[in-house]
Nanobody
């Protein structure tokens, strides 16, 4: 299974971006889908998660601004990011794995850079 993330770019504070992550293979629908991010000099952190039944979870820092979604028919996950702040600047990674399994297992996308200018 390969994951291809896209949609990153440069945006001003308060702007919006929509990230996508397309998965090859047929296992997408049975796995939970995650978005992580890693800012320069920081550890990778969980941003949002959506289960195969579309139960969602968000980091406190993005609640009310970001929305995770998935289209199982298209093997694709999304992250709609609104009201972006400079502290959202990071490389964003998608991850696909069984719910409850650690981040060290599963599949990772290559990352897409989001830069929010002040």
């Amino acid at each position: 299974v390969q994951l291809q993330a896209s949609g990153g770019g440069l945006v001003q504070t308060g702007g919006s971006l929509r990230l996508s992550c397309a998965a090859s293979g047929s296992i997408f629908s049975i796995n939970a889908a995650y978005w992580y991010r890693q800012a320069p000099g920081e550890q990778r952190e969980l941003v949002a998660r959506i289960t195969r039944n579309r139960s969602t979870l968000y980091a406190d820092s993005v609640k009310g601004r970001f929305t995770i979604s998935r289209d199982n028919a298209k093997n694709t996950m999304f992250l709609q990011m609104n009201s972006l702040k400079p502290e959202d600047t990071a490389v964003y990674y998608c991850n696909l794995r069984r719910l409850g399994s650690p981040p060290t297992v599963g599949y990772w996308g290559q990352g897409t850079l989001v830069t929010v200018s002040s």
